[in-house]
């Protein structure tokens, strides 16, 4: 996998990751869109640490800047 993501779209992602686990575990989203939100927060961390989004690839976006000499 090649990554598509840059530092600043993963640090967003965690952050916003670390607001919808807040929102679950201090109780003010509960029932069934709590657990879609910390499941959403949970594929958003995990994309973050690898650094790829398959949804980018689909979309054709690309936040990772070049390399200078790469194609």
């Known amino acids: 996998m090649k990554q ?3 530092s600043a779209d993963r640090i967003l992602r ?3 990751a670390a607001v919808l686990a807040w929102l679950y575990f201090s109780g003010t989203v ?3 869109l709590g657990l879609i939100l910390v499941v ?3 594929v958003f961390v995990l994309t973050s640490l690898i650094g790829f989004c398959p949804l980018y690839t689909i979309f ?3 936040t990772c800047p ?3 000499g790469s194609k």
Do not use: C, H, S, Y
Request: hydrophobic share 35%; glycine share 28%.
């Open 66 to 68: 070049r390399k200078e």
């Open 60 to 62: 054709g976006i690309n």
């Open 40 to 42: 959403l927060g949970g």
């Open 14 to 16: 965690i952050i916003i």
């Open 4 to 6: 598509n993501m840059g």
């Open 30 to 32: 509960t029932g069934t």
